[in-house]
């Protein structure tokens, strides 16, 4: 693929909305909380039920969410409903026949919070691989990697990136766990890069490319298209990356078990299509 191809790939992107909530003004959203019995994880046909009671009622589904399935656990779905011109009476027909299905261990019909606005919050804490996960919208983020630093100055840059490097080790080290459990026996440095791409940008931070790496050398270079640090100082004339940057010399230190460090050599704040990374010697 060429350059070109994969920053257009990079650059043609979508937003993706996330959290178990909606916000429809002047609708009655209801969210219905469905838990599947364990057993049904591979069964066909079970989810396309469910939708045939909401259709046949012409009830409206405004958003759908579905935490991340295991074996042996129960399926949960979380499906918010337009209820604006429906009777009770049809709501409770629905609750009723979804509460009789074979398959189904649970079923919750949630009010609104306010008209326009229902949320469900039962399903708690936010977790990614068994692990949790916390979310931070951009103005906590940009007030901890834009402000603060505009206000104390380098000395809280120099610790963004050291505290990146500790993040980026860890990081490293929990990869390794989940490789384990595909390959008890093998060490698969390929599968453990392209699963750090996957999930960095699952998480938000970017989307990453860990490229030109030389075994020998210890030497990679790194990309990152739409860096959630780098946008927040956009037209400045200088690369603005210190806790990515960290994260990416912590994880390279333990890629190749031996402390190294990046240096930014390209950056979106100086108008760069990307943000790149190389190594360079550690002091």
Known sequence: MSTTSEENDKTELRPYEIGRFIFLPNHKIHCLYIRIKPKYLHVPGVLKEILEILSKRNISIVHFKMPRPYENQPIEFLIFVDLTNINKDTINTIIKELKEMEYAEQVECIEPVIDGLSAYNKLFPLTMFNKRVVIFRK?????????????????????????????????????????????????????????????????????????????????ATVRVYHSFECELFQKEDKPASHLIRGIIAGWLSAFFNKNIDCEETKCIAKGDPYCEFITVKSN
């Open 139 to 219: 103005p906590v983020y940009e007030a901890l990697l834009k402000k603060l630093p505009q206000k104390w100055g380098w000395g809280v840059r120099a610790f963004l990136y050291y505290l990146g490097k500790e993040v980026g080790t860890n990081v490293y080290k929990d990869l390794k766990n989940i490789i384990r459990q595909i390959h008890p026996t093998k060490e698969d440095k390929s599968l453990l890069i392209k699963i750090s791409e996957v999930l960095f940008t699952q998480v938000g931070f970017g989307m990453i490319e860990i490229i030109n790496i030389d075994y020998k050398n210890h030497k």
